[in-house]
Every structure is written in structure tokens, then in C-alpha cells.
């Protein structure tokens, strides 16, 4: 037992994850910490530790809703108690539409739908015991608009962004608050273990040289003390950047208008269709002075939020089947 309020945070070994772990920790929260990469989690395990923390680590897939048991047993079966939960796992899939393949979909599905579904329907009858809770379900401003060369990252956080709506409306009732996260771009070194298809190489600067640039992206740190604040306050929505409400705005009073305007960014990028097997950023970044310069902010990321520690090896040209039930 703690007196301590608990956290359980997904996807927590590296880039945002570990930041709003980091960011609960430094505001008095013992944690729960997961990731797909036991050595990874190791890695930011020890980081958030040095924080004051005490951390219980269960590697695993959130896809699995095995393991979304088995992090609310984690927090009440040592702590004996769970304040906060975070579902934050998640991967990204560049490239056009027509070089993606269904298990693309269902991959992102698996991970980004079905990973939050499992921890939050694991988390809600103990919150509902205690007659409290803060669920921060982190989606995308992909998951609000249309993003071009996303497609299956922006079917699954449309598919998250309606269960937090929907599920606040319900959960409120017994004390529970669920918090929309819409962040945009952030920087967090993603890039590196995005993955890619199509023109690889061309979809890997487009996408790193977003993640770059100050005007279109903003600092993960501060990303995620805004992303945690409210969720402790019990907000029912929180977007990050002046560029994603404003995107926001506009698509919602005049949707076909922002459509034509993406569909013109969409001629921009690389038009190479070729359906090719995934493959990490690191993997098909090919260095260059000027691409170096122009992406300082975001290789500086990578090294500091353990994007290095964890990276994702190459995907098998036949991965596995779906785990949604």
C-alpha cells in the first residue's frame, strides 16, 4: 500500500511515453510502466527511478488483453491502489495509401485501438470502486482530420479519439474523467522508428523535416506537462499546438475545404506507390549534410527520450496475424 497516488503508463519506454511518465513521476506519481521491449523498459525504468519514483515494469503488448490486465493487477497488487491511467502506445506507418496493405491497418488497429481498449477496460471497475480516476487516452490530431501518406495511424486515432469521447460521457457518472489528448506534431525523435513504405527514403526526410521544424512542432517536454495537467485536472480535451486548433477549427465548419487543401499536400509527396515491407527509419535514413542541419531538433530528440535504446528492428515481410479478438 501507498499513500502515494499511482500511475500506469503504456507505451512508456521511450519519445512521449516516457516523458509523461517522467512528468507524473516528478509530480509524486509511483508508476506502472509499459513497453513492447523488456530492455527498453529497463532503460527508462532507471531513468524514472532516479525521479523519486518507485516503478514496476510489464513488458508486453497492449494488443493483448492479457496484458492490460496485467498492469492494473501490477498497480493493485503493489500499490494497492490506481490514480491515473495513461494509453499512449503506439507506432506510426508513412507512405500512400496504395502501397498499404490490410495487416497495416490492422496493425495500427491492434495497437492503437485495441491497446487502449484493453488497459481501460482492465482499470475501469477499479476506479469505479474507489469512486475515482484519470484516464488520458493519448490520440492524435490525425485522429481529427485527414493526414496524408497516415492512413492506418489516422483510421486508428479516429477510432480512439470516439471511444474517449464516447466513454467520458458514461464514466463521469462515477468519478472517472477521461481526457482526449489531440497533440500535433511533436518532438520526439520518431522518425527514427517510424515506420516506412512506398519511397522510403523520400517519405522518411518528408516526415523527419515536419518533425523538425519550430513553427509546425513543439517541444515534447513541454508537450507533456501540458498533456498531464490536464488529465489531472480532469479536462475533456486537450490539443498542443496553435496550428492543430486552428486546423481543428476550420475542418469543423468547413470539412471539404481543409480536404481540397490536403489534397494539394498530398501532391507533394512522394507519389512512389510501390507496396514495399516496413521498415524503420533508422533503417532507410540516408545521411546528409543539409538533411543533418535542417533535423538538429529532432536526432537531438531521439537521444535524449531513448529512441536509441529501443530501436524497432526491421519488421518480417509476413508479420504476424492479428491478436484482435
Known amino acids: 500500500m501507498t499513500d502515494k497516488p499511482v500511475a500506469v503508463v503504456t507505451g512508456a519506454s521511450r519519445g512521449l511515453g516516457f516523458l509523461l511518465a517522467r512528468e507524473l513521476a516528478d509530480r509524486g506519481h509511483d508508476l506502472v510502466v509499459n513497453a513492447r521491449s523488456e530492455s527498453g523498459l529497463a532503460v527508462a525504468a532507471a531513468a524514472l527511478q532516479e525521479r523519486g519514483a518507485e516503478v514496476v515494469t510489464?513488458?508486453?503488448?497492449?494488443s493483448d488483453p492479457a496484458v492490460g490486465q496485467q498492469l492494473v493487477d501490477a498497480a493493485t497488487e503493489r500499490f494497492g491502489r490506481l490514480d491515473v491511467l495513461v494509453t499512449n502506445a503506439g507506432t506510426i506507418q508513412v507512405g500512400p495509401a496504395f502501397a498499404m496493405r490490410a495487416q497495416d491497418f490492422a496493425n495500427a488497429m491492434d495497437l492503437m485501438f485495441y491497446g487502449v481498449l484493453h488497459p481501460v477496460l482492465a482499470a475501469l471497475p477499479v476506479m469505479k470502486q474507489r469512486g475515482a480516476g484519470r484516464i488520458l487516452i493519448i490520440s492524435s490530431i490525425g485522429g481529427k482530420l485527414p493526414a496524408p501518406h497516415l492512413l492506418p495511424y489516422v483510421a486508428a486515432k479516429h477510432a480512439s479519439v470516439g471511444f474517449a469521447e464516447g466513454l467520458r460521457v458514461e464514466a463521469i457518472r462515477h468519478g472517472i474523467t477521461v481526457t482526449c489528448a489531440v497533440p500535433g506534431l511533436m518532438r520526439t525523435g520518431s522518425p527514427r522508428n517510424a515506420l516506412?513504405?512506398?519511397d522510403q527514403s523520400g517519405e522518411h526526410r518528408w516526415?523527419?523535416?515536419?518533425?523538425?521544424?519550430?513553427?509546425?512542432?513543439?517541444?515534447?517536454?513541454?508537450?507533456?506537462?501540458?498533456?498531464?495537467?490536464?488529465?489531472?485536472?480532469g479536462k475533456p480535451e486537450?490539443?498542443?499546438?496553435?496550428?492543430?486548433?486552428?486546423?481543428?477549427?476550420?475542418?469543423?465548419?468547413?470539412?471539404?475545404?481543409?480536404?481540397?487543401?490536403?489534397?494539394?499536400?498530398?501532391?507533394?509527396?512522394?507519389?512512389?506507390?510501390?507496396?514495399?515491407?516496413?521498415?524503420?527509419?533508422?533503417?532507410?535514413?540516408?545521411?546528409?549534410?543539409?538533411?543533418?542541419?535542417?533535423?538538429?531538433?529532432?536526432?537531438?530528440?531521439?537521444?535524449?527520450?531513448?529512441?536509441?535504446?529501443?530501436?524497432?528492428?526491421?519488421?518480417?515481410?509476413?508479420?504476424a496475424p492479428s491478436t484482435r479478438p
Open 58 to 62: 510489464v513488458p508486453g503488448d497492449v
Open 196 to 198: 516506412f513504405t512506398g
Open 238 to 319: 486537450v490539443v498542443t499546438t496553435p496550428l492543430a486548433k486552428i486546423g481543428m477549427r476550420v475542418h469543423g465548419v468547413a470539412p471539404a475545404t481543409t480536404m481540397r487543401l490536403v489534397s494539394v499536400v498530398n501532391r507533394l509527396l512522394p507519389s512512389d506507390e510501390t507496396p514495399r515491407p516496413m521498415r524503420p527509419g533508422h533503417a532507410v535514413e540516408k545521411p546528409a549534410r543539409w538533411f543533418d542541419s535542417l533535423t538538429t531538433l529532432t536526432r537531438r530528440a531521439a537521444r535524449r527520450y531513448h529512441q536509441h535504446d529501443d530501436s524497432s528492428p526491421d519488421p518480417a515481410p509476413d508479420p
Open 207 to 233: 516526415f523527419t523535416l515536419g518533425d523538425s521544424l519550430p513553427v509546425v512542432s513543439m517541444d515534447a517536454e513541454r508537450a507533456a506537462r501540458k498533456l498531464v495537467g490536464a488529465a489531472l485536472k
